[in-house]
């Protein structure tokens, strides 16, 4: 199914510890958005490096980038989010609500 195929590429890219600072980072700037060379900086790797990791990303639909000038800023894609983790609760524990409430409770 092509709903299962793309949540298998969302959670590799995100299974790696550079890219998953990353997308929390692209998370907490919200829809301002952050440059490639902030978002190396925060990382603290060279901008090659945080370009590759940001690619991985993009290509899972979890990031996207707009020019700006001379910047490339990134965004998260809140709404391949709120997909995959939909996708992931879906038919939460056959119907057993009472498992899934308190996971539901304390996402912020």
């Known amino acids: 199914p092509p709903q299962l195929e ?3 590429r969302q959670l590799s890219a995100l299974a790696h510890e550079g890219r998953l600072t990353l997308m929390k980072r ?3 700037a919200g829809a301002e958005g952050e ?3 902030d978002l190396a900086r925060f990382a603290g ?3 090659p490096t945080v370009s ?3 690619l991985v990303l993009t290509n899972a639909g979890l990031a996207y980038s707009r020019r700006d000038g001379r910047q490339i800023i990134y965004y998260a894609g809140y709404d ?3 997909l995959l983790l939909g996708f992931l609760l879906q038919d939460c ?3 057993h609500r ?3 409430e308190p996971l539901l409770r304390a996402s912020p």
């Open 98 to 100: 009472d498992i899934c």
């Open 52 to 54: 590759a990791r940001l």
């Open 35 to 37: 440059s490639a060379g």
């Open 93 to 95: 524990c056959c119907g």
């Open 80 to 82: 391949a989010m709120r």
């Open 6 to 8: 793309l949540s298998v």
């Open 45 to 47: 790797v060279n901008p």
């Open 26 to 28: 692209l998370i907490q």
